[in-house]
């Protein structure tokens, strides 16, 4: 049987035509396929750059030669954040514990939720503190003051408790009293029964005064709890308690109980981006700020310019006119202070407020204090956020002051110095950019906040 042949395809134009096209249609596809993959590669890319090098390396202010970045920034604001929540959580423990008389705690602790909930307040404040790192270690450096390595770690273990050479027991200074002759002036005024004693701050303050407090940022490591009550407190170091021994305490804190406490700390705040360096570096500005305040401060005596007061606070400028013409007039001072002064906490007492220094009472209040010149010289109405004050000057003088007190003054002049520093440099600088970049996070943990509010 013959074999059949196949006849040949015939090619048409029109054929050619259609591959040709479905050709073109295929490669445009590809190319489109191409450009977009390229544009989507370069627009991760381009934001993988913007988030982790553009951004971070951004500049928010500077002092001098020195740059303060979006990343130290956001670092910073995180971890004080985190100390803030812990702080809030200790306060309410400490309410909780002392019930009624923890009042002040749970006020405390409800006013750092409330500052919380404003990232930008607290962005601005933790960005002004770094500012003044910056200065203080720029200072520092003129004045050769450093901080080694060895004293970081120092400082580390001192604030995990952890003291390898037994437990510190802290040097108890003497506090010295200054017990003046009353002058006949005086006796005439108070008509005591005990002799006034001078104080470094008034032990007894108007009712609803505010002291001036000066707050340093220190870092207190603490275990991390469930709530996210990560980070200690930040404003001191532990305070060292005597050991009712005379031998030195001998430590159970073990090194490698150290060590693991401290790794899980580090690890509890890397969450939130905290390094170790960074960890090192706010050690290390909080040492680099008591050493420049140490020598700042070296010449200051331990003394201070005080004033011995009483007043009478009512709630009108009408009620103190009043009271001011009884005075002129001869009635006595303490009858007056009980009928009409508003103060309860000392009312009774003539008002008396005791010997206090510069920085403890509201700034009004406090300049027409020591403006008075001469015992039992009485003041024109002084209008304060608490009402009207009468103030009588029953002393003046130069007292020495406790070991407290003296530290205080040292943190005031220290604080005033830098202030002062920081006001006469034209170049700090901050980037209003600082608010786009501002963390909220950590959030306070939702079960704190319920149960501090509730409170």
Do not use: C
């Not at 430590?251 to 700390?265: H, I, N, P, R, S």
């Not at 305040?293 to 400028?317: C, F, G, N, Y």
Request: no cysteine.
């Amino acid at each position: 049987m013959a074999n059949k042949t196949s006849t040949p395809r015939v090619v048409t134009h029109k054929h050619l035509a259609r591959q040709e096209k479905e050709h073109r249609q295929i490669k445009t596809a590809l190319i489109l396929t191409a450009v977009i993959l390229t544009v989507v590669a370069v627009m991760v890319g381009y934001a993988l750059v913007d988030t982790l090098i553009v951004k971070p390396n951004q500049v928010v202010a500077s002092v001098g030669d020195t740059k303060i970045r979006v990343s130290d920034f956001q670092t910073d604001v995180k971890y004080t954040r985190l100390n803030m929540i812990n702080r809030a959580n200790q306060y309410y423990q400490y309410a909780q514990m002392f019930g009624s008389y923890g009042t002040q705690f749970l006020t405390t602790a409800q006013t750092m939720l409330t500052q919380l909930a404003d990232p930008l307040q607290i962005g601005e404040s933790v960005l002004n503190s770094m500012v003044d790192d910056a200065i203080i270690e720029q200072e520092a450096a003129k004045r050769g003051i450093t901080v080694s390595q060895a004293e970081i770690d120092e400082a580390m273990r001192d604030a995990f408790g952890f003291f390898p050479n037994g437990t510190k027991t802290p040097t108890i200074t003497p506090t010295t009293v200054n017990t003046p002759t009353l002058s006949g002036a005086q006796i005439e005024l108070i008509k005591p029964t005990d002799t006034a004693t001078p104080a470094p701050t008034a032990t007894q303050t108007p009712e609803g005064f505010v002291p001036t407090a000066t707050q340093t940022s220190t870092p207190l490591p603490t275990e991390v709890g469930a709530t996210a009550t990560l980070v200690p407190t930040e404003t001191q170091i532990p305070t060292e308690t005597p050991i009712p021994s005379v031998t030195p305490t001998p430590t159970l804190y073990t090194t490698q109980l150290f060590a693991k406490e401290v790794k899980t700390y580090v690890n509890s705040v890397k969450a939130y981006g905290i390094t170790d360096a960074q960890l090192e570096k706010v050690f290390r500005a909080s040492l680099l700020r008591e050493k420049l305040m140490a020598d700042v401060t070296k010449d200051i005596a331990p003394e201070q310019e005080q004033v011995w007061a009483r007043h009478i606070l009512v709630s009108t400028e009408e009620e103190a006119n009043t009271v001011l013409e009884k005075l002129n007039a001869g009635e006595d001072w303490a009858t007056l202070a009980t009928t009409y002064s508003i103060d309860t906490s000392n009312k009774d007492n003539g008002g008396d407020l005791g010997w206090f220094g510069r920085g403890v009472m509201i700034q009004e209040f406090e300049d027409a204090a020591f403006a008075l010149t001469d015992i039992g010289q009485v003041s024109n109405p002084v209008q304060t956020s608490e009402g009207w004050h009468i103030i009588q000057l029953v002393g003046k003088s130069t007292n020495p002051l406790t070991a407290d007190a003296f530290s205080q003054l040292k943190e005031t002049t220290f604080t005033n110095w830098l202030k002062d520093l920081r006001d006469s440099r034209t170049d700090v600088n901050i980037d209003p950019i600082w608010s786009e970049y501002t963390p909220s996070i950590p959030a306070v943990p939702s079960d704190l906040q319920s149960a501090i509010f509730s409170s």
